[in-house]
C-alpha cells in the first residue's frame, strides 16, 4: 500500500536483510524492524529462499523497510518479478507488536529443499 510520501512497506527474509549480500540495495532505505507475516507460509532454499503461501505453514520472520516506489522497481528486476517471484501485499507484526501491510516476494510452487522451522517460525539463516 503506497502512502502519501510515494513510499511503501517490503518485507524481506532472505538475502536483502541485513548481512546478507543483496541488503546493500536497501542501504538508503529506513529499517522499520523484524517482524513476522501474519499469514503462514512454507520456506524453501536454493542458496537462497522461497516463501509459498501454505495454511499448513508458519509465519515467515524477516524485516521490513520502507522503499520508495524506484527502489521497489529496482527490487522487481532483481527478484524477476513478476515471472520469477511474485509480489503482494501481507499483515506483519514488527517486535514493537504494531502491525504493518508490507509486500512480500513469494512463488507458489515450492522449489529446492524445505527450510526447518525454528522456535514456531521460518527463519531463512543463508543455507
Excluded at 510515494?6 to 524481506?12: I, N, P, Y
Excluded at 516463501?51 to 515467515?60: C, E, K, M, Q, T
Excluded at 524485516?63 to 516506489?69: C, G, I, Q
Amino acid at each position: 500500500m503506497m502512502r502519501g510520501n510515494g513510499k511503501v512497506k517490503l518485507f524481506v527474509y532472505g538475502s536483502l536483510k541485513r548481512g546478507y549480500w543483496n541488503n546493500r540495495l536497501l542501504r538508503k532505505c529506513r529499517y522499520l524492524g523484524t517482524g513476522v507475516t501474519k499469514e503462514p507460509f512454507k520456506l524453501y532454499s536454493v542458496g537462497f529462499p522461497y516463501a509459498v503461501p501454505d495454511s499448513r505453514g508458519l509465519p515467515v520472520k524477516g524485516e521490513v523497510y520502507e522503499v520508495d516506489l524506484k527502489t521497489l522497481k529496482d527490487l522487481d528486476n532483481l527478484e524477476g518479478c513478476p515471472n520469477h517471484y511474485k509480489r503482494k501485499l501481507v499483515e506483519v507484526e514488527l517486535a514493537s507488536k504494531q502491525t504493518v501491510e508490507a509486500y512480500i516476494y513469494y512463488v507458489d510452487t515450492p522449489r529446492g529443499e524445505p527450510v526447518p522451522p525454528k522456535e514456531g517460525f521460518f527463519v531463512w539463516e543463508g543455507r
